[in-house]
């Protein structure tokens, strides 16, 4: 079982490229969520997913869309990169359902925008 | 706003006993969760508070005042694993986690 899993582990890449960052679980979580993670703050949320086929904006949403189409796979894109996105990005699972409802993380993504 | 505070850095003796505290003002509040993050690492769930009191579990235990707004994580018996940063977050009225920057900690032999 390997849990969460995340591609690619580091990239750098050109300022204005398309960027998708890939997320798959396989512990048939129903909730997900994507976060950045910067020196000095705390992880902020980008967008989450409650269930398969619904997301939601968290506090950074801005240049930064998601898309749910099954239970496993949650990719985020940024469009058009700017180098303000240079982060740790890091995913999430959860199964939506239990009191604790804790948050799993997978391994991250060491992107650098130049 | 919503915030969350922790001491941006502690340094403790291996063997030793460390608390490391965190205080927050949040829209709401359905419960506490303390992370650890080794350096290059993804958080690893630690610990749940939603009622007073303290929960042990092994070398870990962890409090929380809900009046006060305040939790702390206890960590005994240190050792040198457990340098890393310990990550304080709280789940708000919207069911979403609101996160501290971490409280990075350093183990001396």
């Known amino acids: 079982i390997a849990g969460i899993t995340q591609a690619p582990t580091s990239q750098i890449l050109a300022a204005g490229r398309r960027m998708t960052l890939r997320c798959t679980q396989d512990m048939r979580h129903n909730a997900m969520y994507w976060y950045r993670q910067d020196l000095g703050l705390g992880l902020r949320l980008i967008h989450y997913s409650n269930t398969a086929g619904t997301t939601g904006k968290g506090e950074v949403p801005d240049g930064y869309s998601v898309s749910r189409a099954n239970t496993d796979d949650f990719p985020l894109t940024l469009a058009s990169a700017v180098p303000s996105q240079t982060s740790v990005y890091f995913c999430?699972?959860?199964?939506?359902?239990?009191?604790?409802?804790?948050?799993?993380f997978g391994p991250g993504t060491r992107l650098t925008v130049l | 706003g919503q915030n969350i505070d922790q001491p941006t850095e502690m340094t403790a003796t291996e063997g030793a006993i460390v608390q490391i505290n965190c205080t927050y003002q949040?829209?709401?509040?359905?419960?506490l969760f303390w992370y650890q993050q080794h350096a290059g690492e993804a958080p690893t769930f630690l610990s749940y508070n939603v009622l007073d009191g303290l929960e042990e579990k092994g070398r870990f235990s962890s409090f929380l005042s809900r009046s006060k707004g305040y939790s702390y994580l206890l960590l005994k018996e240190l050792q040198m694993k457990d340098s890393a940063s310990y990550l304080c977050?709280?789940?708000?009225?919207?069911?979403?986690?609101?996160w501290g920057a971490g409280t990075k900690l350093i183990i001396k032999p």
């Open positions: 999430a699972s959860s199964d939506g359902t239990s009191d604790t409802d804790t948050q799993y």
């Open positions: 949040t829209s709401g509040f359905n419960g």
């Open positions: 977050a709280v789940k708000d009225s919207n069911y979403q986690l609101i």
